[in-house]
């Protein structure tokens, strides 16, 4: 167990539906960073949140958004889903020396 | 911009045989190195990072990697592979330890009895 908990573990939806992943970083990590894993782009960093605020932004759509609440855990906003969203999501969390990501939520969008 | 370049996608080896995966990376001031591995389904594992201080880095599972700013390389190193290390591996850098992260596009690993 990483301490880096992410919820739900798979989600099947369909097109054009909206969906929410959580994540929960390890107690006392201040920043939470979402990535998403595809066969065809890699790993990609999608955005960072520090104590509640945005601190960097990558190759997120427009159609996905990000939100860290005041108890650190952060939710990706998923909307307008097309199959090309389907993916591996991994929320990683840091504290000063370094990095620990989740085992992430698996997306299948049908 | 930084960037990281695994150029072997797939390498093949024996197992008790020595194993070197190769990771360039660019960037401008003194990069942040990682190396990650992921099983399949999994999600990724921390094997060792550097920062600074001493090159040759000491990671989890008997894995080191020496930095070479010469070579803008990381490689990664293992003596003896088990069949256990199979795996895709991420090499991964960073302009410091609460920034994102780049990563490569990833060594799938195959160990041969």
């Known amino acids: 167990d990483s301490g880096v908990t992410q919820t739900p573990k798979h989600l099947i939806t369909a097109t054009g539906q909206r969906v929410t992943l959580r994540c929960s970083p390890r107690?006392?990590?201040?920043?939470v960073y979402w990535y998403q894993q595809s066969l065809d782009q890699g790993l990609q960093f999608l955005i960072q949140y520090y104590n509640g605020e945005e601190r960097a932004k990558g190759n997120i759509l427009e159609r996905f958004s990000a939100q860290q609440f005041p108890d650190l855990h952060s939710e990706l906003n998923l909307s307008s889903l097309e199959l090309g969203d389907s993916a591996l999501y991994f929320c990683?969390?840091?504290?000063?020396?370094?990095?620990?990501f989740g085992s992430g939520t698996r997306l299948t969008v049908v | 911009a930084q960037s990281v370049t695994q150029p072997d996608i797939h390498i093949t080896v024996s197992e008790g045989a020595s194993l070197e995966l190769r990771c360039n990376y660019s960037?401008?001031?003194?990069?942040?190195l990682f190396w990650y591995v992921q099983s399949p389904g999994q999600g990724l594992q921390l094997l060792l990072k550097?920062?600074?201080?001493?090159?040759l880095v000491q990671g989890i599972k008997g894995f080191e990697a020496e930095f070479k700013r010469s070579q803008s390389s990381f490689n990664l190193r293992k003596p003896s592979v088990h069949w256990s290390d199979a795996a895709e591996y991420f090499c991964?850098?960073?302009?410091?330890?609460?920034?994102?992260?780049?990563f490569g596009t990833g060594t799938r690993l195959q160990v041969t009895l």
């Open positions: 991964a850098v960073g302009a410091g330890t609460a920034s994102k992260l780049t």
């Open positions: 107690s006392g990590d201040l920043s």
């Open positions: 990683a969390s840091s504290v000063g020396s370094g990095y620990t």
């Open positions: 960037y401008g001031a003194t990069p942040y």
């Open positions: 550097y920062f600074s201080g001493d090159t």
